[in-house]
Nanobody
Framework: QVQLVESGGGSVQAGASLRLSCAAS????????LGWFRQAPGKSREFVAA????????YNAHSVQGRFTVSRDNVNNTVYLQMNSLKPEDTATYYC?????WGQGTQVTVSS
């Protein structure tokens, strides 16, 4: 079955950048659209960004537009989330999604 492993989270100051990675195994990676979601304590999981299977089209939540960029490497079965100009409200556990599969999440903490 599909397994997803996120990495790259951490604790940073506001204005910093982080790059999240999600490595996939066990599925035909290039067939799937891929998504990033996040969940802050006490809140529901929310959509952050997505990218189509070919990588030609991306989608971003309004709250991250202009700051976050999703990309993918169909050779290495990895999807990325480049996060710039981080804000305290970006603090959450970030999850990648591929079909019905979810990763375990990686924590991002942004302090002011």
């Amino acid at each position: 079955q599909v397994q997803l492993v996120e990495s790259g989270g951490g604790s940073v100051q506001a204005g910093a950048s982080l790059r999240l990675s999600c490595a996939a195994s066990g599925g035909t990676f290039s067939w799937y659209a891929l998504g990033w979601f996040r969940q802050a304590p006490g809140k529901s999981r929310e959509f952050v960004a997505a990218i189509r299977s070919s990588g030609g089209t991306t989608y971003n939540a309004h709250s991250v537009q202009g700051r976050f960029t999703v990309s993918r490497d169909n050779v290495n079965n990895t999807v990325y989330l480049q996060m710039n100009s981080l804000k305290p409200e970006d603090t959450a556990t970030y999850y990648c999604n591929m079909g019905a599969a979810w990763g375990q999440g990686t924590q991002v903490t942004v302090s002011s």
